[in-house]
């Protein structure tokens, strides 16, 4: 699995933007990159996956590097809801995966009202 | 949908007590799990299975047994409890195609807090 680094706590304010950035510079070049959540006391969640281009969904954006070494993923207005950590995953998998996506210690992402 | 259910919520066992923790998903995934996750860790496949009859080991196999009878179910049991495995224990579910890479997103349930004295 290809490593990553991420900022282990990151503190934003309400209504702002948010952007956590996630390198994995050992990325295969048919690996996925995932964004996982996990909020206070309960299990984490799926965000966003992407493999090339740059994706939006209703939760978030997700930016990949030309060469993929780096992404970011893009809370476009945070809200206390979002206070979370938030894990960056490469994998070979689309989605979960036969062997399971290998979760970090991922980003503590405090928002401030 | 429910979702993925897992039970207990909170257990308290003593060293070398023997308990299984349930799991249970709605969703006719191929695809189950079983994670842990320490105090400050990310968390870490103890098991997994892609189909009914089918099982795998994780990263941190060791003091689990699992089984896959139905589609639906895949529990995790601990034969003889150990203050190490004090833990929060999360079953996670997706869709996986068959004979293929192409899956789906994980649903993870709310957590099993194991607690062994």
């Known amino acids: 699995d290809a490593k990553t680094t991420q900022p282990n706590s990151m503190e934003s304010n309400e209504e702002e933007p948010v952007h956590l950035p996630c390198n994995h510079s050992?990325?295969?070049?048919?690996?996925?990159i995932h964004w996982y959540r996990q909020l206070p006391s309960q299990g984490p969640e799926y965000v966003i996956h992407?493999?090339?281009s740059n994706v939006n969904n209703r939760m978030a954006s997700l930016a990949i590097a030309e060469d993929r070494k780096s992404s970011t993923l893009i809370l476009h207005r945070a809200t206390l809801r979002d206070a979370a950590v938030y894990y960056c995953?490469?994998?070979?998998?689309?989605?979960?995966?036969?062997?399971?996506?290998?979760f970090g210690k991922g980003t503590h992402l405090i928002i401030q009202p | 949908n429910a979702g993925v259910t897992q039970t207990p919520k909170f257990q308290v066992l003593k060293t070398g007590q023997s308990m299984t923790l349930q799991c249970a998903q709605d969703?006719?995934?191929?695809?189950m799990s079983w994670y842990r996750q320490d105090p400050g860790m990310g968390l870490r496949l103890i098991h997994y299975?892609?189909?009914?009859?089918?099982?795998d080991q994780g990263e941190v196999p060791n003091g689990y047994n699992v089984s896959r009878s139905t589609t639906e179910d895949f529990p995790l049991r601990l034969l003889s409890a150990a203050p190490s495995q004090t833990s929060v224990y999360f079953c996670?579910?997706?869709?996986?195609?068959?004979?293929?890479?192409?899956?789906?997103?994980?649903?993870f349930g709310e957590g099993s807090r194991l607690t062994v004295l």
């Open positions: 996670a579910s997706s869709y996986q195609a068959p004979d293929s890479q192409a899956s789906g997103e994980l649903f």
């Open positions: 299975s892609v189909g009914a009859g089918i099982t």
């Open positions: 992407g493999l090339t």
């Open positions: 995953i490469p994998s070979m998998y689309s989605g979960g995966g036969a062997d399971g996506l290998t």
């Open positions: 969703m006719n995934h191929e695809y």
């Open positions: 050992t990325i295969s070049g048919t690996d996925y």
